[in-house]
């Protein structure tokens, strides 16, 4: 199954998956496709199911797929430990980033390159990869020092996350509400970030509730999630038309009942 | 080598020592025979079973380096030497102090040492004198079979500054005892910085009690480093005897394999004003056993004490084991006093947001581990101080990220 091919776009490919948090199930059969060098907006209200979407794709514990697939690749990646899923160029910007007390940033992101490059680098070899990434984003000197999102504010955690997948050079990206807790000047910031970062080595699937960040980065595929399920797919129109419509727009056109939407995962009050 | 019993025959074989060192050194071997061996049904003794524990080792002495760091110590008539060899040139103050803090009779082991000891570290700072850098005493023992009494006995005389690093090693061994004594008087204003790396291999039982005496507005800093020895038992205590002193006992260590800690610490509030704070952060893997207790006592008339206790555990595998036990004894009315303890495994939000950069798990741990044992050295001001334990730290943890992989 696995592609060899070097010259092919790195692909993720979530077919009918079905996945649940305990007894409860929340994707309730997701078809999606991201491929290197493209952009997708997932959008859908709270509770839809996307950050479990980029939870399961990500491996982390506490998901039970039901049913489906979800490959990188061409490879199964549903059996993998999550740094074996990072090793093979997924990364995920996290919504709620976590304190790491007593290690630095830059001791972190360095221990990180070299399990996902197989290899050593030198602390002046990496400080130099690093500086560059950092000028990139405009990133000062004295973040990289403190200890992991320890006193970081909500706008330095999610540049933070920025950092770490410039550093870590993946193929492909999920922003899982790196808009979400921010003020509008961070937000503008760190949508700069991305739009810096985004390009052909590099597939982006951001996760939001909100259109405000497609203000500034336009996706080439917009996706409408709700109940667990993809409704509505889309060009970058799809945003505008939530913006004017809302949700409640989207629920009408389809006949979808508000109030079956259900809590989600254990980032979200289970754990 | 002979075997040795501690017997008579053994104890008429060591070297003589001056007139009064001996007296104590034949009043410790009464007592010694004297005491029963501690029992696990007495509250200091009751997570430490040394009921099968046979005393015969071999006669030897370890290896022991004092290093100065090219000081001229002489000039400032700072003596570091070796406390038999003190006894003779600096009579006075080693009769005067030797044993003080730690009298021969407070256990058979005590007494044990005081009456086979011979050797350890003398180190005598006088009024106003300021060393610089840090200096250090190794001792190292590599004979199977072997008993060692460590002892260090360090005098900051009124006004004083030192930092001393007490280093204990040995290779892994199928037997040996290290039966130690660290006493530390700190004097009126003096500032004294104690740091103990104690790095013994398998096979060593070590039976430590470390105690200082702090005075009037002196500072202690304390830093205590245990990864090694089969079963180490160490207690460490400081009085508060004058007004407006402070002591800080920070404690970092690293439990693999079948070892077994017992810590145990006092912050023993005798003057009023006095300020006491204690950290130890302890991680354990395999299937370790560590406890800790501590006691906060507040005397009457320690009044306007502040002092703080905590206790912080990450437990790495289901067979470990580790407990936190504080006490505190308040006879004062205007103090304030708190204690803080936690046994836990390591953070699993934490586990993921690594892996998720992909760091493997047990790497991932390492560094975790790291980083809690980090927040513990940051409080240690000296660079070289820092720098030397965190080169402890991480060749302790190296082996955790590939030994570690389940």
Redesign the interface.
Known sequence: MTQNDATAPATLEVKGLRAAVGDREILRGIDLTVQQGQIHALMGPNGSGKSTLSNVI????GYRILEGSVTFNGEDITLL???Q???RGL??A?QY???????SVV???R???Q??KGEQISALAFRKHMKTQMDRLGIEDAMVQR?VNQGFSGGEKKRNEVL?LAV?EPTLAILDETDSGLDIDSLKLVAESVNELAGPELGVLIITHYQRMLNYITPGFVHVMMLGKIVKSGGPELAHELEDKGYEGVRRELGIEAHEEVDEGPDEGV? | MTSLWFDEAAFELLPKATEPLQRMRKQAFEEFRALPIPSQETEEWRYTDLSDFELSFEAHLPSVMRTTSGQDLDGLGVVFSDLDRAAGSDAELVERYLHTLVPTDRTKFTALHGAFRTGGTFLYIPRDVRVELPLQTLTYLDADGAAAFPHTLLIADEGAEVTFIDRFASPDLARALSDAIVEIVVGDGAHVRYVSIQEWGAGVTHLGIQRARVGRDAEFRSLAIGFGASLARAEAETVLAGAGGFSEMLGVFFADGTQHFDHRSVQDHVAPNCSSDLLYKGALRDASRAVYSGWVHVRPGAQKTDAMQTSRNIVLSEHAKADAIPNLEIEANDVRCGHAASVGPVDEETVFYLESRGIPRAEAERLIVTGFFQEVLDRVRLDEVRHNAELAIQEELAELSTAGVA
């Not at chain 1, 980033?97 to 290690?103: D, F, K, L, M, S």
């Open positions: 990500m491996g982390r514990p430990p999550p740094d899923r990072a090793k990364f995920l996290m980033p976590t304190e790491v007390p007593g290690v001791n972190f992101l221990t990180a390159y399990a996902i200890y770490q870590l754990a």
